[in-house]
């Protein structure tokens, strides 16, 4: 798959260890350095040939900001060869989400793997145990970020819930994708706090546009309210003068009622 499906450079992000104590989570498919040796693959149809391929250690980059060891590894089939890296990121124990600094590396690792990528139509290998909790809420967040960088968010129509459909498409294509109550939330969480770090951005940068108006706007629609009893993460707060509140942040709110609706239809939100 990583041959066929990839240009020239491909990315791998792996998000769970080998192993959890003593339960193995995923298959050790790669090299970990270059006393591993040469890893053998079985042949596939390569140019009319049915050729053997091979994986070879290069190099190993131990990357504290997104505690994520990065490995440079060669693809070889027949005389072809293709440049993978592989990212084996740590701070993403199962059945939960990354909080405080391991999710600051995790919003760092988002970064790096799709610089190394080069090109967003170059497809990255995303995966964790299953393939549906930790790799769900990683492609969802993804998207959803790109969507707050460029002004979706805003332009939503009322009502819209982006985190509702992304998460609702994703398991139209894959079963479980966002396996967890707490994973589902976690989409709302980062959502709401980078669009308001994003927009206080574009207000210290003196970005006036009418666009950065309406989303500056939005954002003092509402304050972290940690001591609300009803369990919302975030309530009204004032208005600076001559602002108008335009709803972008009550886009990415209203995730309990829409957990209910994934369950109604059948599709299992697990809780721990």
């Known amino acids: 798959m990583i041959w066929q499906e990839t240009t020239d450079v491909a990315v ?8 959890d104590g003593n339960t193995e989570k995923c298959f050790q498919y790669f090299p970990l350095d270059s006393e591993a040796g040469i890893f053998m693959i079985e042949p596939i149809d390569v140019a009319g040939a049915n050729t053997e391929g091979s994986v ?40 939960a989400v990354p909080e405080h600094d391991d999710l600051t590396a995790l919003l760092e690792l988002l970064k790096l793997s799709a610089e190394k990528n080069g090109s967003p139509s170059n497809p990255r290998t995303i995966h964790c145990s299953a393939g549906v909790g930790r790799s769900g809420t990683f492609v969802a967040l993804e998207y959803l970020l790109a969507q707050i960088d460029s002004g979706a968010v805003a332009d939503a129509k009322d009502g819209e819930d982006m985190i509702f459909d992304v998460v609702n498409r994703m398991r139209e294509q894959r079963m479980m994708m966002v396996q967890m109550d707490t994973q589902y939330q976690f989409l709302y969480d980062v959502a709401r706090e980078q669009y308001k770090q994003r927009q206080l951005a574009l207000q210290a940068y003196g970005q006036h546009s009418p666009k950065s108006r309406k989303l500056a706007s939005g954002m003092k629609a509402a304050n972290m309210d940690q001591s609300s009893a009803d ?42």
């Open 12 to 19: 791998i992000v792996m998000l769970t260890q080998t192993h």
């Open 56 to 95: 070879t250690f290069s190099k190993c980059i131990p990357h504290p900001e997104s505690k994520t060891d990065i490995r440079k590894m060669t693809l070889r089939f027949g005389t072809e060869t293709k440049d993978v890296w592989h990212f084996l990121f740590s701070g993403w124990p199962d059945f």
């Open 231 to 272: 369990g919302e993460l975030f309530h009204k707060g004032e208005f600076d003068e001559g602002q108008e509140e335009d709803g972008s942040m009550e886009r990415l709110d209203g995730h309990e009622g829409k957990m209910e609706e994934l369950r109604h239809e059948g599709q299992t939100l697990k809780t721990q």
